[in-house]
């Protein structure tokens, strides 16, 4: 069965910190994405790629950076994390007939 | 940017009656429609989806679509509690998905 594993599963940070989201799939998907989910506001896509090295931006970008080193990893940065950034973060994968897999989800506090 | 707009936000149904669930998109020419199921505490899971005009049914599912209106809809015949969960459509466009703010559905015994 297809697997996305997230990493912390839950974090609290401080306001102005570095935080790093870490995604691993063994699916062999090309396609990999970053949601976040907010009570009232669904799943809004923050950053997704297509291909390792490589990274688009989604709708809601910004305070976001987003790395794929590799086919298997892909990683969520905040820079300077803020507590609008308070949420739920989805890591989420396919193989290109759109059907998207996804992981249990992180998580994360801003204090 | 897509938009996708959900309707109800909640429903509360008994057990084995019709759920419905409703959902309009933004563009005509999106290539699928998704309806993923999200339990709390966990990531969504893909239910169904469609791409033509009509509808397409899957065991208890019937999904009907009409780009014309830009509106889906869900259909859950003989509702079961284990379906009280939140429904979110997504609309596609070349692999990346846009979801509305979902539907929460309450299944009572």
């Known amino acids: 069965e297809a697997a996305v594993t997230q990493s912390p599963r839950s974090k609290v940070a401080v306001t102005g910190g570095k935080v790093t989201l870490s995604c691993h799939q063994t699916n062999n998907h090309d396609y990999m994405y970053w949601y976040r989910q907010d009570t009232g506001h669904g799943l809004r896509l923050i950053h997704y790629s297509y291909v390792a090295d490589s990274t688009e931006k989604g709708d809601i970008p910004d305070g976001y950076k987003a790395s794929r080193p590799s086919q298997e990893n892909f990683s969520l940065i905040l820079e300077l994390a803020s507590l609008s950034q308070t949420a739920v973060y989805f890591c989420?994968?396919?193989?290109?007939?759109?059907?998207?897999?996804f992981g249990h989800g992180t998580k994360l506090s801003v204090l | 940017q897509e938009k996708v707009q959900q309707s109800p936000e909640s429903l509360i149904v008994p057990e084995g009656a019709m759920s419905s669930l409703n959902c309009t998109f933004s563009n005509s020419a999106s290539q699928s429609i998704w309806w993923y199921q999200q339990h709390p505490g966990k990531g969504p899971e893909a239910l169904i989806s469609i791409f033509s005009n009509g509808n397409k049914k899957e065991g208890r599912l019937t999904v009907y679509l009409n780009r014309a209106s830009l509106h889906v809809s869900l259909h859950i015949r003989d509702s079961q509690p284990s379906d009280s969960a939140v429904y979110l459509c997504a609309e596609s466009n070349y692999n990346v998905l846009y979801f509305g703010s979902g539907t929460k559905l309450t299944v009572e015994p």
């Open positions: 989420a994968s396919s193989g290109g007939n759109e059907r998207l897999f």
